[in-house]
């Protein structure tokens, strides 16, 4: 509930500042609040799981190799991104973004030394999680900002 209040509370002052951009005044960027903290929500997904441990040797191991890669891309992309924004909170972000990537990291050569070694695939389980992710135009300078409308 504290966390939805500090989102609320941010929304209403991103909300001021594009009515301000709308009307024509400029908008001073430094002033955009920064997200709350909030730990990420994790949701086990056990049928994923199951369904994938029901596969042959090979397919377990490629597809748990895949998953393991992309997620390491997934979490060095927000991690620079959040690190270049700066800020206590970006900044915290950030190293959760490096830790999550250096724990996949790991997983993936212990996989890799399993396989090469034949032995069964490791026990695993898949977990969905909602984190925050940011989109970056690299197009705008820093004190820049578009604004988009949608017309209903």
Same mark, same amino acid.
């Given at each position: 509930?504290?966390? %939805?209040?500090?989102?609320?509370?941010?929304?209403?002052?991103?909300?001021?500042?594009?009515?301000? %951009?709308?009307?024509?005044?400029?908008?001073?960027?430094?002033? *955009? #609040?920064?997200?709350?903290?909030?730990?990420?929500? *994790?949701?086990?997904?056990?049928?994923?799981? =199951? =369904?994938? %441990?029901?596969?042959?040797?090979?397919?377990?191991?490629?597809?748990?190799?895949?998953?393991?890669?992309? =997620?390491?891309?997934?979490? %060095? /992309?927000?991690?620079?991104?959040?690190? =270049?924004?700066?800020?206590?909170?970006?900044?915290?972000?950030?190293?959760?973004?490096?830790?999550?990537?250096? /724990?996949?990291?790991?997983?993936?050569?212990?996989?890799?030394?399993?396989?090469?070694?034949?032995?069964? #695939? #490791? *026990?695993?389980?898949?977990?969905k999680r909602q984190m925050n992710i940011i989109q970056v135009n690299n197009d705008l300078a820093d004190n820049d900002c578009e604004v988009q409308r949608k017309i209903?």
């Open positions: 509930m504290e966390t %939805a209040k500090q989102h609320l509370i941010s929304s209403k002052q991103v909300q001021q500042m594009l009515e301000t %951009a709308e009307s024509g005044l400029p908008v001073n960027m430094d002033n *955009v #609040p920064e997200l709350p903290l909030n730990d990420f929500d *994790v949701v086990r997904d056990d049928e994923l799981t =199951q =369904q994938i %441990a029901q596969s042959d040797r090979d397919t377990i191991y490629r597809r748990l190799q895949e998953d393991l890669l992309r =997620q390491m891309q997934l979490c %060095a /992309r927000n991690q620079q991104i959040y690190a =270049q924004m700066g800020g206590e909170t970006n900044m915290k972000l950030s190293k959760d973004f490096k830790s999550l990537e250096l /724990r996949c990291s790991h997983d993936l050569e212990r996989l890799k030394q399993s396989n090469r070694n034949g032995f069964k #695939p #490791p *026990v695993f389980h898949y977990e209903r």
